[in-house]
T-cell receptor, first 115, second 109 residues
Framework: GENVEQHPSTLSVQEGDSAVIKCTYSDSASNYFPWYKQELGKRPQLIID?????GEKKDQRIAVTLNKTAKHFSLHITETQPEDSAVYFCAASIESGAGSYQLTFGKGTKLSVIP | NAGVTQTPKFQVLKTGQSMTLQCAQD?????MYWYRQDPGMGLRLIYY???????DKGEVPNGYNVSRLNKREFSLRLESAAPSQTSVYFC????????FGSGTRLTVV
């Protein structure tokens, strides 16, 4: 089955700096890569996702890049703010188009943004 | 529009007791999932249901059973709870992206 490795496990940055979280996956058939943000005591929430037919996707201060050859993808957060502090999870799956796909998650990165 | 609703939010069980975690979604999604979240382990898939009437094992199914009661509801049952099942349980449904419920924090003593 799929295996997703996520690094680093913790990350501290100064407010305004950029943060980068990296993930690798094992199954070359995986084609859907979402990122989730989980605040303390809350549910994971989707913040951005990318499919294997594109190499990069941006949404305001957040971007995700995908390298299919190397089987890794990364989350980039620019101009970090204290409200970005949370645990971030990457995930990978094979998306069949029928709406059912089993996500395999990384173990998470705790991001702390220092004011 | 409530999204995905889980009950209960908190539960304490004694070893050997049984209980059912309830999950319902009102988004007309075909697929539903149960994950457990443990510190430092991310989220691990217990069972999933690709459509009404079907269920399949995920990564960590031992000690659990599920029922897809109808399109809206997908329940998770612990027949004989063990301390190793202490965790936070999340239900989710999907069409384009996952929507998670608010979670059930279960402690088995």
């Amino acid at each position: 089955g799929e295996n997703v490795e996520q690094h680093p496990s913790t990350l501290s940055v100064q407010e305004g700096d950029s943060a980068v979280i990296k993930c690798t996956y094992s199954d070359s058939a995986s084609n859907y890569f979402p990122w989730y943000k989980q605040e303390l005591g809350k549910r994971p929430q989707l913040i951005i996702d990318i499919r294997s037919n594109v190499g990069e996707k941006k949404d305001q201060r957040i971007a995700v890049t995908l390298n299919k050859t190397a089987k890794h993808f990364s989350l980039h957060i620019t101009e970090t703010q204290p409200e970005d502090s949370a645990v971030y999870f990457c995930a990978a799956s094979i998306e069949s188009g029928a709406g059912s796909y089993q996500l395999t998650f990384g173990k998470g990165t705790k991001l702390s943004v220092i004011p | 529009n409530a999204g995905v609703t889980q009950t209960p939010k908190f539960q304490v069980l004694k070893t050997g007791q049984s209980m059912t975690l309830q999950c319902a979604q009102d988004m007309n999604h075909n697929s539903m999932y149960w994950y457990r979240q443990d510190p430092g382990m991310g989220l691990r898939l217990i069972y999933y249901s690709a459509s009404e009437g079907t269920t399949d094992k995920g990564e960590v199914p031992n000690g659990y059973n599920v029922s897809r009661l109808n399109k809206r509801e997908f329940s998770l049952r612990l027949e004989s709870a063990a301390p190793s099942q202490t965790s936070v349980y999340f239900c989710a449904s999907s069409r384009y992206g996952y929507t998670f419920g608010s979670g059930t924090r279960l402690t088995v003593v």
